[in-house]
Structures are given as structure tokens and as C-alpha cells.
């Protein structure tokens, strides 16, 4: 049987419902203090990891070294330019069925999984071969 999440987890699951996209932990300290909800930012941390090991919240890296939390809801996939940091969704899934042979192969329970490539965007590859 799960435990009952704590406050500050509650907190933050809300917080996240409410959000399109990712947020970082800073953000998430400065929103619940906005909202009259503060903790510590040790505190937000904290109950990101725990929420996280549930299977409940995401974590994703930006190219600039970011994290950005979200509530797990599909898998994400992204192209991901390291000039500009512009970050393009992909649709399409190539891994799902790795993931089901991996799950059964290792008994591994996989809550959710990224697919990112990083490289250059159009408008950067325009400006960088301006530039020479």
C-alpha cells in the first residue's frame, strides 16, 4: 500500500496539474511563496525526489543543465538545439516497443522514458553559416 504524500508533496502534485510544461524547482519555491503555500527550497527538492521515485513527477535536463519538473502523463520526446535552446517536440515513439522487451527481459518496472537530440536548429545552422 502507497503512503499518504505529505504536505509539501500534495503542494507540489497541485501545483503541477495546474502547468502546461515543465518547471524547475526554483520556480516551483517562488510559486508556492506567490501562493502563500511556502516550504524550503531543500523542502521542494526533497519531495520532488520522493514524488519522482513514485513514478509521479518527471525530471528532464535542458542542453543548458536545467532540470525541469513535470507530472508524468506521456513519454516525451524532443530535438533540442544547443545554440539557441529551443526545444521542438517529437510525436512519434520508436522505443515503445524496447521498453515492453525491457521491462519483461530485466523485471523492470519503467514509469516513463525520454528520447532527446541535440544538435542545431534551422535559424542557428542560417546564423552560424552567415557567420562564416
Known amino acids: 500500500m502507497k503512503s499518504a504524500h505529505t504536505r509539501s508533496q500534495e503542494r507540489i502534485l497541485n501545483l503541477l496539474k495546474t502547468l502546461k510544461q515543465g518547471i524547475s524547482a526554483q520556480d516551483?519555491?517562488?510559486?508556492?511563496?506567490?501562493?502563500?503555500?511556502?516550504?524550503?527550497?531543500?523542502?521542494?527538492?526533497?519531495?520532488?525526489?520522493?514524488?519522482?521515485?513514485?513514478?509521479?513527477?518527471?525530471?528532464r535536463t535542458l542542453a543548458n543543465g536545467e532540470a525541469l519538473y513535470s507530472l508524468i502523463q506521456q513519454d516525451k520526446h524532443h530535438l533540442t538545439c544547443l545554440q539557441c535552446g529551443t526545444s521542438i517536440p517529437i510525436y512519434q515513439c520508436p522505443v515503445h516497443e524496447l521498453e515492453a522487451q525491457l521491462q519483461t527481459n530485466h523485471n523492470f518496472k519503467i514509469f516513463y522514458h525520454t528520447l532527446e537530440f541535440f544538435g542545431l536548429c534551422r535559424q542557428c545552422q542560417i546564423a552560424q553559416a552567415a557567420g562564416e
Open 28 to 59: 516551483i519555491y517562488v510559486e508556492l511563496r506567490n501562493r502563500n503555500q511556502s516550504m524550503g527550497l531543500a523542502t521542494v527538492y526533497r519531495s520532488l525526489e520522493a514524488l519522482k521515485l513514485e513514478g509521479l513527477v518527471q525530471m
